[in-house]
């Protein structure tokens, strides 16, 4: 089992980054495909990156070249580096973990989920 939780929403500029940290406690992230989705006001959740065990990184179109996600082994941890952050980046984040290396952009991929970090980016 995982637990999740994410860290390190808060208010920026646009243009501006954030890194917003998964932390694992139970398995090591390691053995696990970890995706991050985000959720605005009003809207559906969607899938914005994700890293198979393997380290095979997807990113969605509307965050690639902005986006960028990583992951520490000795930390049991898994980032996502936002730079350049528009308005429309505004939503609440949250990572999760899956068994699946395919299909890893569809929530029911994962069957772990954190509980969220707000992201506002907003002049």
């Known amino acids: 089992q995982v637990q999740l939780v994410e860290s390190g929403g808060g208010l920026v500029q646009p243009g501006g980054s954030l890194r917003l940290t998964c932390g694992s406690s139970?398995?090591?992230?390691?053995?696990?495909?970890i995706g991050w989705f985000r959720q605005s006001p009003g809207k559906e959740r969607e899938w914005v990156s994700c890293?198979?065990?393997?380290?095979?990184?997807k990113d969605a179109e509307t965050v690639k070249g902005r986006f960028t996600i990583s992951r520490d082994n000795a930390k049991n941890t898994v980032y996502l580096q936002m730079n350049s952050l528009k308005p429309e980046d505004t939503a609440v984040y949250y990572c999760?973990?899956?068994?699946?290396?395919?299909?890893?952009?569809?929530?029911?991929?994962?069957?772990?989920w954190g509980q969220g970090t707000q992201v506002t980016v907003s002049s």
């Open positions: 999760a973990a899956g068994t699946r290396s395919y299909e890893m952009e569809l929530q029911r991929s994962y069957d772990y």
């Open positions: 139970g398995d090591t992230v390691y053995y696990y495909t």
């Open positions: 890293m198979a065990s393997t380290g095979l990184i």
